[in-house]
DNA sequence: CCCCAGCGTTCGTCAAACCGAACGAATCGA
DNA sequence: TCGATTCGTTCGGTTTGACGAACGCTGGGG
């Protein structure tokens, strides 16, 4: 799917989180970013609508991504059901593309099949943080994700969910599924 | 050490890409993201630095994450058909995974499912410069590959394939597969 | 041939993003 | 206790991004 979040608050947000994980004011941040420490006190009330170059210093000066001022964390856990999720549109009619998760640079994307025996569940230790897994049933069902937040999955399902925390694999009848693994 | 590009150029290219990329005009797009033509003429022509609200809509109305619009871009055939293919090590014995292909920074990856339909078959242009794609089919059975160069597979197979020439898509039967896209 | 619809660009206007200055509050030393 | 410093917010003024209208251009239809 696509971004549903508006912007604004997620901006705000965003510069108050990575302003203090940086621990410096908002006065500190304006000087290293060049602008005036007033423009900030707005953003990050919610107040006002960045141009580009402005959350781009503000970003650079903050030493993050881009993106990570803009886009909300995805830490929770998204399901996209078979048949479900924004279709593309295609040249031919008999063919239709759903965008599950678009990558970005700087992030690495592993791409596996993964095959599944019913029986005792396989529970996953933390991955290294930041890492994040997106899996596709191919067949069978299996049921999945964070620790007290599994989901059951069927043929064509799709879920992402943090792989930096413990999870949690089982087959409910012997199954496959493509995982790409996200590192950072 | 992160972006150190002037995102106003990227901007302007990326608009330009992703808008012909759909096909459609700059009073199009402008209508469907509710912006003023004259905006969107001298975004693309490099002029102007827009607002966070307004690179959303365009990011909406041309149904592209946020990022692409702000994020600079950066041959074989090969196939492994299901159950091939180096397995991994598990903890358990009842979870196998073959690594199909492993990613790298700077390169973009994005996720899809693709659902097609027997019927004439689906030729698609060249993508951009390095990009290269990955399928695993989830069912039925498809014929893919660069043009003169194709190849059947069934449920588990798995084929990656440069994009940026031309190539074919064609269901024997109905079919679904995973479809990743990979950008440099 | 002309007319019309749509295209992309240019120009003037207006709202708002950004700035600088001033403000009260809090902290710290002398 | 009293300056001095820094913090974050608020207030006018200026710059500029976004808009709407008009322009020239192109491709079809009548």
Redesign the interface.
């Known amino acids: 799917m696509?971004?549903p979040a508006p912007?604004?608050a997620t901006?705000a947000a965003a510069l108050r989180r990575e302003r203090e994980r940086a621990g410096i004011s908002i006065a500190e941040l304006a000087r290293r970013a060049g602008l005036a420490k007033s423009t900030l006190s707005q953003l990050e009330a919610g107040t006002g609508?960045?141009?580009?170059?402005t959350?781009?210093s503000l970003?650079?000066a903050l030493?993050?991504?881009?993106?990570r001022l803009?886009?909300p964390l995805e830490t929770q856990v998204r399901v996209?059901r078979?048949g479900e999720?924004?279709r593309?549109q295609?040249?031919?009619?008999?063919?239709?593309?759903?965008?599950?998760?678009?990558?970005?640079?700087?992030?690495?994307?592993?791409?596996?099949?993964?095959?599944?025996?019913?029986?005792?569940a396989?529970d996953a230790a933390a991955h290294i943080p930041g890492s994040v897994e997106?899996i596709?049933v191919?067949?069978g069902r299996i049921r999945t994700g964070p620790d007290g937040d599994t989901v059951e999955l069927g043929?064509?399902d799709?879920i992402t969910f943090p792989g930096d925390v413990p999870h949690h694999?089982e087959?409910l009848e012997p199954a496959?599924a493509?995982?790409?693994m996200e590192h950072r």
Chains 1, 2 share one sequence.
């Not at 609508?49 to 170059?53: G, Q, V």
């Not at 759903?98 to 990558?103: D, R, S």
């Open positions: 696509q971004q912007p604004l901006i609508n960045p141009s580009i170059e959350l781009w970003g650079v030493g993050v991504p881009f993106s803009v886009e996209v078979a999720g924004p593309l295609a040249d031919e009619a008999d063919f239709v593309a759903t965008l599950l998760a678009a990558g970005s640079p700087h992030t690495r994307r592993d791409l596996y099949v993964m095959e599944l025996q019913p029986g005792p396989r997106h596709v191919g067949g043929p064509g799709y694999y087959a496959w493509v995982l790409v």
